[in-house]
Structures are given as C-alpha cells and as structure tokens.
C-alpha cells in the first residue's frame, strides 16, 4: 500500500478515510476525502530507508513537491502475488514495451525473452545437458574405444612382433582379421574387468581419504605440502589397485581361442590371488609385486599430473576465446549452454590425448612387466589367426628399457599407436556429432 501524505500533513491528525474523526486529543481536526482521484496529487515513495526493496544503494526519493513522471493508467494493481495482472513492488509491466526490453526501477535492461510454451523444454534439455554430454563421453571412452586399448595392449605385449602397426591402416586391418576369426567377443574381451579397476581405483581413494590427513582435492591456496599430500594419496590409491590392473591386463590381451568363460569377478579373485601368492599358477618369470610398485606409480602419477596441467591449460583458452568472440552482452542462450558444458569435456579430451602419447613409451614398459610370467597366449598381431606365448624375461624396468631398444628399436616403445589414433579420432567424432545434435535441439526449443 503506498503511503499517504496530505497538504500540511503534520503526522498526528490524518486518519484516511471519508468520516471525519477528531485527531489527537482534538487539537488537529482530520481532514475527509471523497475519492481516489482527490488524493492522486500528494502520492509519494515511502521515505529514504537504505535497504529497502524498492530502492536500490545510493537511490534518493524525490523531494516533496516534485512531480513524479507519468505512468500509464489503467486497472489497480492486485497486491503481489495476485491474480494476472499484478506485479511485484519494485517490479513494472513489460507489457508496453518492445521484445527484449524490461524496466527495473526507471532502468531499461535488455532480456532474453522465451514463448511461455517453450521454457519447461527448454529447462529440461539444460537440466539433462551435463548428464548427456558426459554419458556419450563415457560411453566413448570405456565401450565405443575398447577394441583400440585390446589391440593396443596386444601390441605392446607382443615383443617380436614385426609389424608394429603405427598406423591407423594396419590396426584396422588386423582388427577385420580378429573379428572374421575369432567373431567380435575378441575385440571386447576384458571390458567388464576395466570397469572394475575404475571403481576399485576410485573407492580406494575415497576411504583412504576419509581415514586419513591426505586430501582429495587440491585448493586454488595450494602449497608444495598440500600438492605432495595429494600425489601421496594417488599413489597409494594405484598400489591398491595395481594387483587387479595385472589381472584386467591379462583378460584384455588373452587370445579369445584358448580363453575360458570367466564370470565378471574373476578380475577380482585373480587380483586378490595375485597378492596372496595363490590362484592359477605363474612361472617363476613372475615379477613380484614388489618390483611393480615404482613403475605402477610412476606411470599413473606422471598421467595424472600432465592430464591436470593440460586440462587447465586448454581451460583458460577456451575460456578466454569465449569470452573474447562471445561478449556477455550477445550471446544467445544455445551459446551459453554450449559454453557451459563442452569446454570441459574438450579439456578431458585434450589432456586424456596429450597423457596417452606422451606415456606411450612408459606404458608398453609398464604392460610388458605386469604380463611377464603369467603364462598368458595373445594373439599374433602379424597374422590375425594364430596365437603366440609370452617368454620374457625382463628383470625390471631398466632391463626392460635396455632391451626394447636393442632388440626393437626406438619405434618398439610406439607398437601399436595406431590404436590410439583411432581411439581419440571415434571420441572426437562422438563429441562434435553429440554438440551438434544439442544445439540443434536447443535452438527447436528457443
């Protein structure tokens, strides 16, 4: 209700109204008023409150005797929230002025404005966005790419192998050969066992962190103490793993001719029996588990801190070319929700990729020890059709190094980049056709 203020209004004898009332102790008779019309020149804003909801910080009410500019007139406002023709104090119909422009205490603010019908759709796509767009980009990376990591893997392992398949050209090739052969089983073997090193990996982090000081996330105060505390608990967290990655390993590179049906936790029981020295029997090439430690958490550590540096890198790129070729003033709500979302999963793709080549050579040494002794029978990567046994003898890592290069060359650490190429050309597809397929739904909505 706007407050009332007659002429010689002295704050003590008005009482509103048409009756004519004594005012206090009769010393200020009140004055009576007919109709509305009769008070419309002495309406003002209530007083100069700081804080209150019709003023903004800094705004002054108009002195009295000013006249406040014209509104338009029509029907009394129905107190808020009323029926359709109410608005709320502070707030002005945008009813007589063009699209794309509202009013906020005398101000003019350029809005997006949405057809009533197409806002809950439009809330819906944005509020199912994120799950969508990271779905695809899992399914990608852990199903669509599994048959280039067996391949991969199978290369790696495969020490005197003479093609080393560098090339997009030749994994496809011997991949049509895998699956004519052995039929597509052997292109996805070992799948259900690489999900659930994930999530051992990450419910080992998870418990370490809450029984111990060693946090989970770095702050933007970061100091050298909090980032070792945090490489410590990563650490520990890929020794608990390492047992059943060996175990994932092994399914994934076993030759689909002689392979077994194993149930979906044998991951689990070959990872547990490979700590406790029981299960299926090893030859006495078998690495101890001891040896593994330093090569394990070499590679995941060094794999996590170049995917980290990468990842906010490509961040602050992405974000700083948004911001210069979309100002906030012009861009449209499809790009907003584009920007939202995608450059983080193009920041994921980017560092995931730029790990991943540049680990390559560690890998293969890294693999290649995990599967000595295990008597473990890939397939033959130069044929397609036949399978051969795994007789290294590796002593550790540097014998390893040392003889990769002597016997395979410098190019033997790469056996198998070909896979990789097209790993992340299938997640690169996948994310641009995912892109496009959501904005041409966001645009249908708007």
Sequence with gaps: MHPRRPDGFDGLGYRGGTRDEQGFGGAFPAR???????????????PDIP????????????????????????????????????????????TKLP???RTHC????????????????????????????????LFTENVLAHPCIVLRRQCQVNYHARHYHLTPFTVINIMYSFNKTQGPRALWKGMGS???????TLGAEGIISEFTPLPREVSHKWNPKQIGEHLLLKSLTYIVAMPFYSASLIETVQSEIIRDNAGILECVKEGIGRVIGMGVPHSKRLLPLLSLIFPTVLHGVLHYIISSIIQKFVLLLLKRKTYHSHPAESTSPVQSMLDAYFPELIANFAASLCSDVILYPLETVLHRLHIQGTR????NTDLGYEVLPINTQYEGMRDCVNTIKQEEGMLGFYKG???????????????????????TLLQNSV
Excluded: M
């Excluded at 009576?32 to 209530?46: E, K, Q």
């Design 417 to 439: 980049f070909g896979a990789v190429i097209i790993q992340y050309t299938l997640h690169a597809a996948v994310l641009q056709i995912t892109k496009i397929i959501y904005s």
């Design 194 to 200: 690489t999900f659930i090193v994930q999530g051992i």
């Design 51 to 94: 804080g209150s909801r019709n003023l903004h910080w800094g705004e002054k009410s108009p002195p009295y005797g000013v006249p406040a500019p014209s509104t338009p007139e029509g029907p009394e406002e129905e107190p808020f929230p009323g029926g359709s023709g109410g608005s709320a104090p502070g707030q002005s119909s945008d």
């Design 99 to 101: 699209p794309g422009i």
């Design 32 to 46: 009576s008023f007919s109709s509305a019309s009769d008070l419309g020149h002495w309406v003002t804003t209530p």
């Design 376 to 379: 473990t029978i890939i397939d």
């Design 106 to 137: 005398g101000r003019r603010e350029d809005v997006y404005t949405f057809p009533f019908s197409s806002v809950n759709t439009y809330e819906q796509l944005s509020r199912f966005a994120g799950f969508g767009i990271g779905l695809a980009s």
